[in-house]
């Protein structure tokens, strides 16, 4: 539907309008008053005074009928007296009179009368006179209005011809374009245009005029003086009764300052306060842009997180304010290194991200890299001092590193430290790779802390005989995960992913412990053997482990503690000997006996064994395993057991998997053994089973 504006009729306000009758003859007021008293508020006047009396009193009469020839005062002199003063000289007069000759009627007329009605009177003919004096009245009295709006209105109105011809502006058009009315009468608006908009934006502007006869919108215009400022305008088209568009009216508010508000606070939400570069919801967003850049042209886009070394001192010697100088002056020469398109952003403090779009080749990074440290290392100047600063630098590259903003910050900021761990004033860029070893590690961790937590793991003993009296004498704790998805795991499957840390350390514990009550609950039930656990070396040199082993024991106090063995693996990762040995010491004064795993592998030497006060030496299965084949094998079996015997030591020969090797290691003297020959590990039910009454092997 077109719902252009009309030109409507002038239409007397919603009161009914108020007409004075004036006239000495009772018979000719009736006569009126008859007349007029069913469509509007009549008064009556037998006289001139009394009719410029009621004139004058609110509300004034908004037509008045005045009989010419009256005593005292005659209808000339009222009138003459009405449009002399100020609240009635509006007033529309119509002479009611009896004189019928055209020279009186004239006369009437050239005073200013609006009309002349002869007595006696057609009273079709007088409504019909009265109203139309109303419409003119009341359409005036509109016009007025509205001129008087168009004269004070802020906005500035232009009004056109169908074909856009300027025919009126306002005079806050003239303020805001700087042309007077009369410079732009009958020219197209189009003087106004900056260049700011396309064809295509004019174009459709035109399009929604005419299919809706409204337009409102923002537009850069350019004024007389050259100057280009916003307006929000809106558009009409006007249209005669037939639908024909007869005019346009555009009216416009100047929005500069509002604009300068919007950009001011677009400022504030976008770039750093302090240094007036990108702040990190702009970084975000130039990162965004970067990327898709990068995928687009094939490019890589590099993220390089920048921390300033030593900076506290700065504030810590010459305050904020002078900090904050160098801050400025930090960003002012990274800003100067950089390529167009490149971006500087600050992240708060001492922190800030350079971004390089577009890179070819890792080269182009590198060279801004060191551009940017060389800037830095310039001297600075404050407070008459000379003041030096390095920077570390981090950088992880897209699409190498194929992540998100959020991530390739991260990572950027992860080789960021490493650049610092290594000594600072450098770059290092962030590894993909490592990462995701380090992802995969990390989850590991998780899954093993969750599986102690849900008490997924369980020991397995194997035993351990004497070989030549074939009795079990003792029992090696071997840790085994039930694992809900991937069944039972080996030692092997996941031990190597808590080496060296605190899990490891939770999970030795939690051997010890169950390892503990198992021989408690044996020993109660008479099942009385030697159970063995095997403690990694991080763990048993990790601060306190005297001290829990002995909390943890002593909840046994019924236990022969020397039941308890514990097995030291990774002898090579022993540090400090005599710490050992004094840890070793004390746990041994506690009554805990212990071995050295795996004898003659890794970096074993004679040292341990002059050094550490053990009790037993295990030697390792590779070994025993070719013995019987490979002679050099037979001969390091051979030197351990001799060794053993010289420091007074047991012997054990672990991974007996033949009674050939069960009798070999017998005939040479090794006192002890274990091995699938003799039992594999087993849950410790089945040991309990197995061993209980019979400690003797068949
Ligand atoms: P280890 O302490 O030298 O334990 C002996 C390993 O040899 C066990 O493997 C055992 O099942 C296996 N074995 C025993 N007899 C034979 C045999 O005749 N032939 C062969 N081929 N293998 C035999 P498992 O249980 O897989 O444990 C492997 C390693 O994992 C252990 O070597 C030990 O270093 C470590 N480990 C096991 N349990 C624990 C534990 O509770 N804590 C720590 N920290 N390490 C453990
Ligand atoms: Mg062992
Ligand atoms: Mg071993």
Not at 609 to 614: D, G, N, R, S
């Amino acid at each position: 539907m077109n719902s252009k504006t009309k030109v409507k009729e002038a239409k007397p306000a919603d009161r009914r309008p108020i007409i004075l009758i004036v006239d000495d003859v009772r018979f000719n007021q009736e006569v009126l008053v008859s007349l007029l008293s069913a469509d509007y508020q009549v008064k009556v006047a037998g006289n001139g005074f009394r009719a410029l009396e009621i004139a004058q009193r609110s509300p004034s009469p908004d037509l008045i009928l005045l009989d010419i020839n009256m005593p005292e005062m005659n209808g000339y002199e009222v009138f003459k007296q009405l449009k002399n003063h100020k609240s009635t000289c509006d007033i529309p007069v119509i002479f009611v009179t009896a004189a019928s000759d055209s020279d009186s009627e004239l006369h009437a007329l050239q005073m200013g009368a609006a009309d002349y009605i002869t007595k006696p009177i057609s009273p079709a003919i007088t409504l019909l006179r009265v109203k139309y004096q109303l419409l003119i009245r009341f359409s005036l009295e509109k016009l007025n209005l509205a001129s008087i709006v168009f004269d004070n209105a802020m906005e500035s109105i232009m009004v056109t011809d169908a074909l856009s011809n300027i025919l009126d502006t306002n005079p806050a058009f003239s303020r805001m374009t700087g042309y007077s009315h009369e410079e732009v009468l009958g020219e197209n608006p189009r003087f106004l245009k900056s260049g700011y908009h396309d064809q295509a934006f004019y174009e459709a502007m035109w399009q929604t005029i005419i299919t809706t006869g409204h337009w409102s919108g923002e537009l850069w215009n350019r004024n007389k003086f050259g100057e280009l400022y916003p307006e929000l305008r809106s558009i009409s088209a006007i249209t005669d009764s037939l639908g024909t568009v007869t005019h346009y009216v555009g009216i416009s508010s100047d929005i500069s300052l509002l604009k300068q508000h919007e950009s001011k606070l677009e400022h504030l939400a976008h770039y750093d306060a302090l240094t007036s570069i990108p702040n990190r919801v702009l970084l975000a967003d130039r990162m965004k842009q970067g990327i898709a850049q990068a995928k687009r042209e094939r490019t890589m886009l590099g993220v390089c997180y920048l921390d300033i070394d030593g900076f506290k001192p700065v504030n810590d010697n010459f305050g904020h304010q002078a900090g904050d100088q160098v801050l400025i002056e930090i960003a002012r020469r990274i800003g100067n290194t950089l390529r167009e398109g490149d971006t500087v952003a600050r992240l708060g403090g001492d922190e800030f991200v350079v971004l390089l779009p577009n890179l070819n080749h890792l080269e182009e990074c590198i060279a801004t890299l060191n551009r940017i440290n060389e800037a830095i290392a310039q001297p600075f100047h404050i407070q008459e001092q000379t003041v030096c600063l390095t920077t570390s630098i981090g950088v992880s590259i897209f699409p190498s590193d194929n992540k998100d903003t959020d991530e390739l910050l991260r990572h950027a900021d992860q080789a960021m430290y490493v650049a610092k761990q290594s000594g600072k004033n450098r770059f290092h860029f962030f590894d993909p790779m490592y990462d995701q070893q380090h992802q995969a590690y990390h989850e590991a961790m998780l899954r093993i802390q969750e599986g102690l937590d849900n008490d997924e793991f369980e020991l397995y003993y194997q035993p351990k005989v004497n070989l030549c009296t074939r009795k079990v004498v003792g029992a090696e704790a071997l840790i085994r995960w039930n694992h809900p998805e991937r069944g039972l795991l080996l030692p092997n499957a996941f031990l190597n992913d808590i080496r060296n840390s605190e899990l490891e350390i939770k999970v030795g514990e939690w051997v010890i412990e169950t390892a503990l009550a198992k021989l408690m609950e044996w020993c109660e039930a008479d099942f009385s053997i030697n159970v063995s656990v095997n403690i990694a070396a991080c763990h048993l040199q990790s601060t306190g482990f005297v001290q829990y082993l002995e909390k943890t024991i002593c909840l046994y106090p019924d236990l022969p503690f020397e039941r308890l063995h514990i097995e030291i693996l990774e002898t090579a990762a022993l540090e400090d000997f005599s710490v050992v040995a004094s840890t070793i010491k004390a746990c041994r004064h506690l009554g805990v006996l212990f071995s050295l795993d795996d004898f003659g592998t890794g970096y074993s030497s004679l040292s341990y064994l002059h050094h550490l006060p053990i009790d037993t030496l295990k030697i390792d299965q590779t070994f025993v395993r070719d013995m019987l084949v490979d002679k050099g094998d037979n001969a390091i079996v051979k030197g351990v057991i001799a060794i053993s015997k010289a420091f007074e030591l047991n012997t054990v020969a672990e991974g007996i998997e033949t009674m050939e090797h069960f009798h070999a290691l017998h005939a040479l003297g090794c006192e002890f053994g274990q091995g699938y020959a003799i039992a594999r590990p087993m849950p410790a039910s089945v040991f309990h089973d197995r061993y209980n009454r019979d400690h003797e092997i068949n």
